[in-house]
């Protein structure tokens, strides 16, 4: 560390196996997964549902999010490569590539999957997803750290970052990491604008784990969870993008980027949520979702009890 600024000159690869790089992003997001699992595996035993239920979850919600969030970054960032080319989603997916609010749309999609298979109500599953969105998405920006990308403007604070990997490249490949001092010198220091996210995250996981825990919104009040994580999420992203460089160049001179473009309508959805669910009578019979998934399981495991009988 500087006087002036953090020295950020981290290896964006964890290891190598052969020709082959894996890297902190990649752990971060199966990191990332594995604590969306962990909670909801808490929030669905809590609430009495089976792990049948949390089994057919994950593999909804996870192929939702990878697919969304690949195909959101090829149409909303890079369209002009792929939209020609379409196959080029899958064949180039180890170039990188992955958007937020594609990710979104497909957790969303996911979550329609899932609940029409296990008996739930959709606004239900969206309450339960808002309580790991925030988590995954703090730690999969800790990701982005670690890649030093999705880099801030330069800044005098003595809170920025000189990214050592994104502003000297050459410099860090041809000494193999350990970059002189005096080319570091003349590093600028940016906004550690991923750090800035992954903080808002947490503390609005921490808010969202509070309303469900303690003033129990996610069965009193549907729709509400959901409502303040996107809120939350959308914000944060919507006003941290003024301290980050353009991620693409069709974004120079807009006003707004791509990303504050497409915050925008999650953020009137998490409003428009909130004011629902406080306009509506509060729950009083909190258990009858899961009473009701429950007896349709219970329905379907004696169906298939006669069937293997005949």
């Not at 890079?78 to 196959?87: F, G, H, T």
């Not at 808002?130 to 990308?149: C, D, K, Q, Y």
């Not at 915050?263 to 306009?279: D, E, K």
Request: contains cysteine; proline residues 5%; hydrophobic residues 50%.
């Amino acid at each position: 560390m500087s006087i002036l600024s953090i020295v950020w000159n981290w290896d964006p690869t964890l290891v190598m196996l052969g020709d082959l790089d894996i890297r902190w992003y990649g752990l971060m997001w199966a990191i990332a997964i594995l604590a969306a699992e962990r909670v909801c595996n808490y929030t669905f035993r809590r609430e009495g549902l089976p792990p049948r239920t949390l089994e057919s979850a994950f593999i909804w919600i996870v192929l939702g999010t990878f697919i969304g969030a690949r195909v959101g970054h090829c149409i909303f960032y890079e369209p002009e490569v792929y939209l020609p080319e379409p196959w080029r989603i899958i064949t180039d997916i180890r170039d990188g590539g992955m958007a937020s609010h594609g990710a979104t749309i497909g957790i969303i999609l996911g979550i329609w999957g899932f609940v029409k298979r296990n008996h739930l109500p959709f606004i239900w599953g969206l309450d339960r997803i808002a309580i790991v969105a925030p988590l995954s998405g703090a730690i999969i920006r800790l990701g982005n750290l670690f890649n030093s990308e999705i880099v801030g403007y330069t800044t005098d604070s003595a809170l920025g970052f000189k990214f050592v990997y994104h502003d000297a490249r050459y410099a860090w490949y041809e000494y193999a990491g350990n970059v002189p001092q005096e080319i570091i010198d003349t590093i600028p220091a940016r906004h550690p604008a991923q750090l800035y996210e992954a903080l808002c995250y947490l503390l609005t996981f921490g808010l969202i784990l509070w309303l469900y825990l303690r003033k129990d919104l996610g069965r009193r009040r549907p729709g509400f969870l959901f409502g303040v994580a996107m809120i939350g999420i959308f914000l944060t992203r919507f006003f941290i993008e003024f301290l980050k460089e353009r991620q693409v160049d069709f974004e120079l001179g807009m006003a707004l980027d791509m990303g504050q473009l497409l915050s925008i309508p999650f953020i009137i959805l998490g409003i428009y949520m909130i004011v629902r669910s406080l306009m509506r009578p509060e729950v009083s019979d909190v258990g009858a979702v899961v009473e009701f998934a429950n007896r349709e399981y219970a329905r379907e495991d004696k169906k298939r009890g006669k069937k293997g009988k005949k």
